[in-house]
């Protein structure tokens, strides 16, 4: 029931303007994006840095380790959070967002664990915190610190 009251809410956030055109699936995500973002209180800039570094905007996309769709799930994280449709723009953006909230305050708004727990899982980070020392985590965070911050500035433009 949840998922037809989220695709009711993101039509009616709708332009009156825009009524009877046919959304991109790039529009339709970012629109997605910003909808969960307000709904789980993360910033919109954060989600959609998120997207661009993890499938750049290809909701159909899977990695070598099997995270799935735009925001790369894992299967015991889209199964966590209730998604059975793991490619479906809303499911994938929604449990990604609540993902990024629960990890929020897990790690108390440090969004360098965020994002590092993100990539590596909780545990790890849980257990060392930013003692916690990979390549590939580092890189990770230092991409999505680096897209963050274009998003910020792409606001600022607007």
Not at 5 to 23: D, E, F, H, K, V
Not at 32 to 57: F, H, M, T
Not at 64 to 83: E, I, R, S, Y
Request: proline share 5%; charged share 20%; aromatic share 10%.
């Amino acid at each position: 029931m949840r998922g037809a009251r989220t695709l009711l809410s993101l039509a009616l956030t709708t332009s009156p303007a825009l009524i009877g055109q046919t959304l991109s699936a790039h529009e339709y995500s970012e629109r997605c994006a910003n909808y969960y973002a307000r709904e789980y209180g993360i910033s919109p800039e954060l989600v959609r840095a998120v997207i661009q570094v993890e499938s750049g905007w290809q909701p159909g996309i899977v990695s070598p380790k099997g995270a799935m769709g735009l925001m790369q799930l894992m299967p015991a994280t889209a199964q966590h959070f209730g998604v059975s449709h793991p490619f479906w723009i809303h499911e994938n953006v929604r449990a990604g967002v609540a993902y990024l909230s629960e990890l929020h305050s897990l790690f108390r708004g440090d969004l360098r664990l965020v994002m590092a727990a993100y990539v590596a899982g909780e545990q790890p980070i849980r257990a060392r915190g930013l003692a916690y020392s990979s390549p590939e985590v580092y890189n990770y965070v230092q991409r999505i610190a680096n897209q963050y911050r274009a998003e910020l500035r792409r606001k600022a433009r607007r």
